[in-house]
Nanobody
C-alpha cells in the first residue's frame, strides 16, 4: 500500500507560480512511476504530467508543456510539480498518483493509476 499526501496548492494571480509536493509513504517509492492529474469543476479529470522511476523520463500534457516541470526526490519519497506562468484555466484540484508500470501510462483516460492522493486546490485569478 502507498499513501500519498499533496500540499502546496493555493490562490495565485495569473502569471504567478506554485510548487506542489506529494509525499508518499512506504519504502518502495522508487519503484513507482508518479503522475499529476487535475480536475476542474464540471470537467473530466485530465493528465498533467508524469515521471518514471528514476526521474530520467518525463511526460507532459500539451497544455502545460513549457510551463510546468515534474521532478522527484526518491530519497525523500516526494514528487513535485513546479507550475509557472499560471493561467486561470489551470484552476483545478490537482491529484498526485502512483503506478507500478514504468514507463508511466500517459494520456490514456481509461487507465487508472494504482494509488491516489486526496488532492490540493489550485486557483488562479485573472
Amino acid at each position: 500500500q502507498v499513501q500519498l499526501v499533496e500540499c502546496g496548492g493555493g490562490l495565485v494571480q495569473a502569471g504567478g507560480s506554485l510548487r506542489l509536493s506529494c509525499v508518499a509513504s512506504g519504502r518502495t517509492f522508487s519503484t513507482y512511476s508518479m503522475g499529476w492529474f487535475r480536475q476542474a469543476p464540471g470537467k473530466e479529470r485530465e493528465f498533467v504530467a508524469a515521471i518514471g522511476w528514476s526521474g530520467g523520463s518525463t511526460y507532459y500534457a500539451d497544455s502545460v508543456t513549457g510551463r510546468f516541470t515534474i521532478s522527484r526526490d526518491n530519497a525523500k519519497n516526494t514528487v513535485y510539480l513546479q507550475m509557472n506562468s499560471l493561467k486561470p484555466e489551470d484552476t483545478a484540484v490537482y491529484y498526485c498518483a502512483a503506478d507500478s508500470l514504468n514507463p508511466p501510462v500517459v494520456l490514456d483516460p481509461r487507465y487508472e493509476y494504482d494509488y491516489w492522493g486526496q488532492g490540493t486546490q489550485v486557483t488562479v485569478s485573472s
